[in-house]
C-alpha cells in the first residue's frame, strides 16, 4: 500500500515536471516567433520608405539631346529627349504629356534605363508610338544587370494619336529594357520604330541590408533552436 503510494505521488511529481517543460518549451517558441516575425516586419519597412518620383525630361537643356547617365540618379542607355515645341506632325508631338520634352529610343535602338549599386520599381509611364501605327513594345525587368534573372516581362500596344499610360508595377529591378518592333506607317513626314515617353514614374530604393533589429531576431530564432534542441537531448538522457 506504501509502495503504491508512492508510486502515484512519483507519477505526479513526473507529470508535473513534464508539464513544466511542455510550458516552457511552448514559451521560448513562442519567443522566438516574435523575434523573427519583429525582423521582418522592421526589414519591410525599410524597404517602404522610398517615394515615387516622375520624371518629366522637362529640365534637360537644348532641343534635342543624348540623356547622359546620372540623370535622375540613374543610367540611360540609346535613350535621347527631344524638344516637341516646333517639331514636325508626329506621335512626338502628340504624346507630349508635360511640355516641352519628351524621352525616345534613339535611332530606334533597344533602350535601357538602370542603376549600378541600388534597384527601383518602375510603376509607370505614357508612351506614344513616333511613326507606326499599333507600334509593339516589349518591356522587360531585370535583377542582376542585363545578363542577370529576368522577373517582369509585358507587351503594349502604341498608337501616334495620343500618349497611353500603362501601369507595370514592376518592383525591386536594377535594369529597364525596352523593345519596339513592327507597326505600319501612320503617314507622317517620318519612319521607323521609335516611340515618345513622358512623366516616367518610379520609386529608387537601396538594396536590402540586414537590420540591427532584423539580425537581433535571426539570432534569437537560432538561440532560441538551440536551446529546445539541448532541453529535448536532457529529456531524452533523463528517461533513458
Known amino acids: 500500500m506504501i509502495g503504491f503510494q508512492f508510486a502515484k505521488t512519483r507519477d505526479k511529481a513526473s507529470s508535473g515536471i513534464t508539464l513544466s517543460k511542455f510550458q516552457s518549451t511552448k514559451k521560448l517558441l513562442k519567443i522566438a516567433t516574435i523575434a523573427v516575425s519583429f525582423g521582418i516586419a522592421a526589414a519591410i519597412a525599410h524597404t517602404k520608405q522610398a517615394q515615387a518620383v516622375t520624371i518629366t525630361f522637362d529640365d534637360l537643356p537644348g532641343s534635342q539631346n543624348p540623356i547622359a547617365n546620372g540623370y535622375a540618379g ?6 535621347y529627349y527631344l524638344n516637341t515645341t516646333s517639331f514636325t506632325p508626329s506621335g512626338y508631338v502628340n504624346g507630349t504629356v508635360s511640355p516641352e520634352n519628351v524621352a525616345y529610343n534613339g535611332f530606334e535602338k533597344t533602350v535601357a534605363i538602370s542603376t549600378v549599386d541600388d534597384i527601383f520599381d518602375f510603376n509607370s509611364a505614357y508612351l506614344t ?9 516589349l518591356v522587360e525587368g531585370f535583377i542582376g544587370g542585363e545578363s542577370g534573372q529576368r522577373k517582369y516581362s509585358q507587351t503594349v500596344l502604341l498608337n501616334t494619336q495620343a500618349p497611353t499610360l500603362f501601369r507595370f508595377d514592376f518592383l525591386g529591378i536594377d535594369y529597364l529594357r525596352f523593345t519596339s518592333s513592327g507597326g505600319n506607317n501612320a503617314g507622317y513626314n517620318g519612319k521607323g520604330t ?3 515617353m513622358d512623366n516616367f514614374s518610379f520609386n529608387k530604393k537601396t538594396k536590402p541590408v540586414p537590420e540591427p533589429i532584423t539580425i537581433f531576431g535571426s539570432l534569437a530564432a537560432g538561440g532560441m533552436g538551440l536551446a529546445l534542441h539541448r532541453k529535448f537531448k536532457q529529456q531524452k538522457n533523463i528517461k533513458q
Request: proline fraction near 0%.
Open 194 to 196: 521609335h516611340f515618345a
Open 74 to 79: 540613374l543610367n540611360w542607355e540609346n535613350f
Open 129 to 137: 508610338a513616333a511613326w507606326n501605327e499599333n507600334l509593339t513594345v
